[in-house]
């Protein structure tokens, strides 16, 4: 049973260039969440997408957008990097209004 | 909103002893409270989660203690092993299932043969 799958899972970017990341959820899960964590920190969330919707969103700017796709995959994209955007992007996948999450490996996003 | 605050930062013990990780949250409307376990180049990996309407549960060597009234929560490793080690997460969600989840910083834990 394929859990959550992220890629890439490392890339490099420079300051003002635009991302997309990818996140295929767990085999029966349907909806998609998005966290950021910073070295040493823990996972700050971005948002949420069920049935192709945002459905709830932290505290992050526009820069930050997502897409969910009908067969429940998700990108989520970010413009005008700023170096500050630097760290492990994780995608969580669960069944809707369910507790259960499972995390995938991540992105390591690097801006210089 | 939501502030979910972890101690210790880092904790180091012999291999076979007990380690404690202590969280205390700030919305008394939280009422789901997962722990994760990150092993390096890994996503957390939930280990052991507790509902509000729930004092402890236990998972063989891993339990996980409630105070509502407190507004803390507690995860205790018994018999620690080497392979215990990692970084460990605690998280507090809202009262509705799929909200997002609010983490601590996280804690170190160095266990020691």
């Known amino acids: 049973d394929a859990g959550v799958t992220q890629s890439p899972t490392h890339l490099i970017k420079t300051r003002g260039q635009q991302v997309t990341l990818r996140c295929s959820p767990k085999?029966?899960?349907?909806?998609v969440s998005w966290y950021q964590q910073a070295l040493g920190q823990g996972p700050q969330f971005i948002f949420q997408y069920y049935e192709e919707e945002e459905r709830q969103r932290g505290n992050f700017p526009d820069r930050f957008s997502g897409h969910q796709f009908p067969n429940y995959s998700s990108e989520l994209n970010v413009n005008a990097l700023l170096l500050g955007d630097s760290a492990l992007y994780l995608c969580a996948s669960s069944l809707v209004d369910s507790y259960g999450y499972t995390f995938g490996s991540g992105t390591r996003l690097t801006v210089v | 909103g939501e502030n979910v605050e972890q101690h210790p930062s880092t904790l180091s013990v012999q291999e076979g002893d007990s380690a404690v990780i202590k969280c205390t949250y700030s919305d008394s409307a939280s009422n789901y409270f997962p722990w994760y376990k990150q092993e390096l180049g890994k996503g957390p990996q939930l280990i052991i989660d507790?509902?509000?309407?729930?004092g402890e549960k236990k998972d063989q060597r891993i339990a996980v203690t409630l105070n509502k009234t407190a507004k803390h929560f507690s995860l205790h490793i018994t018999e620690t092993q080497p392979e215990d080690s990692a970084v460990y997460f605690c998280?507090?969600?809202?009262?509705?299932?799929?909200?997002?989840?609010?983490f601590g910083k996280g804690t170190t834990l160095s266990v020691s043969s």
């Open positions: 998280a507090a969600s809202l009262n509705q299932a799929g909200t997002a989840l609010i």
């Open positions: 507790i509902r509000s309407n729930v």
């Open positions: 085999s029966g899960h349907d909806t």
